[in-house]
């Protein structure tokens, strides 16, 4: 396959922590399921379909990793998402390939994750 990826360099643990984190895992496969322009053309709307089971890990201007971009998603409608992504992002990364039906590597907020996490471990302690 000759798709390409997109690479960010980590955060060093010493740097002003100003964006979200990100561990390059793949927690699952989403899908394009839209690509337009924005009413104004200065940006590109995306909505995208991902596992029912990541989809609690989602929350409006909550984070999300979609095939290795960090992006910011916009709003949630069960396990449909949309991101809107500014030119210079698109033209920098891998999103320029994004069209529709097209499979994207999705990982969710770790931060989620750890929240759900002890959120079951607190509930199974008082049962």
Request: aromatic share 4%; no cysteine; proline share 3%.
């Amino acid at each position: 396959m000759n798709e390409k990826v997109n690479l960010e360099r980590a955060m060093l643990p010493v740097s002003r922590m100003g964006g979200h984190i990100v561990q390059g895992h793949v927690d699952g496969i989403g899908k394009i399921l839209a690509r337009k322009s924005s009413e104004d053309g200065l940006s590109e709307i995306f909505i995208a379909e991902i596992p029912k089971s990541l989809s609690i890990y989602t929350v409006p201007r909550g984070s999300i990793t979609v095939d290795g971009i960090s992006l910011t998603v916009v709003d949630v409608e069960e396990n449909r998402i949309q991101l809107v992504l500014i030119p210079e992002t698109v033209r920098k990364t891998n999103a320029s390939d994004w069209r529709e039906g097209k499979e994207v590597n999705i990982e969710t907020d770790i931060l989620a994750r750890y929240a759900e996490k002890f959120l079951q471990r607190t509930q199974d302690s008082k049962s």
